[in-house]
Structures are given as C-alpha cells and as structure tokens.
C-alpha cells in the first residue's frame, strides 16, 4: 500500500491570502494567524502576497483569479460572516461557499476555506484567537498540507491500463 500525505515544511512554498475588509476586527486577526502559521512553517514574509476584497460574498472571484494566476503554491481564503437579524447571512455564507469550492476544484494549487460563519461577534472572536485558537493558522496548515500532497500527487505516473 502507497500512502501519500502532505507535510507541514513550507520551505520554498508561495502562499496568496485573499482577505475580506469586512468585519475587519475578526479578518484581521485571522490573517495574522494565518501569517504566523505560514512563517512557522517555513514560509519567508517574501513569498506571501495578501489581497484585499471589500466583503467575503466577493472573495471568491479574487480567490478564483489569483489561484488561477499559476503564481502560487497555496491561496488561503480569510473571511468573516456574522448572523444578522435578516436572512441576509444564510445567502452570503452558502453562495460564499460554494465559491471557494468551486475555485479549490478548478484551481493549480491547494485552496484553503478560513472563513468563519458564526451565530454571533463573540463566537467569531473566540475562533478569531481570543478562546478557541485561531482558524486563520489552522486554514493556512491545511493549505500547507494540501499543498504538499498535491504535489506529491502530481509526480505519480499515469495509472497502466489492461487491456
């Protein structure tokens, strides 16, 4: 049996992180968890470009053309969506999601969802690194990962047909 895993050294890696400025209190801390992860791992300041959307329902179409740009080995995705008193919530994080999806599976490079949806501030706060660690770091070793795997997957010779 061949097993293939993805590891956390980053070295040489390059890392897009495509942020929403919306509830910036909550994005801006996922992205210096984020960051950190990425230094931690072995990725230098250098090879990490951030790119800046008005609101997470936008974070998509930046995602999907960065990602498609062939520059990086990873592009993470940082966004904040807070319940509200309308239904406005359940349409941003669904269309929100499936944007990133779609991106991940048509992208040349691993993409990671670090967008919180949370029922309200304090919950986003608490995963934003105040209480429940930071899910900017744990979207950013889940792009390291994947990035890794994906390119362990690529060296894998075309499987033989029998005939």
Known sequence: MNVYEGSLVATGLK??????????????????????ALRRHGVKDADVDVFRCPGTFELPAL????????????????????????PHFEYVAAETTKGVAQVSMEAGCAVAMGILTCDTMEQALERAGVKAGNKGAEAAAAAIEQANVLREAGKLPPARRVE
Request: overall charge positive; aromatic content about 4%.
């Open 63 to 86: 995602l999907r053309r960065v990602a498609a740009s062939g520059r990086y080995d990873m592009a993470i995705a940082l966004g904040a969506v807070i319940r509200g008193g309308t």
């Open 15 to 36: 890392a897009a992180v495509v942020v929403a400025r919306f509830n910036s209190l909550i994005t801006e801390q996922l992205l210096e968890g984020a960051a950190d």
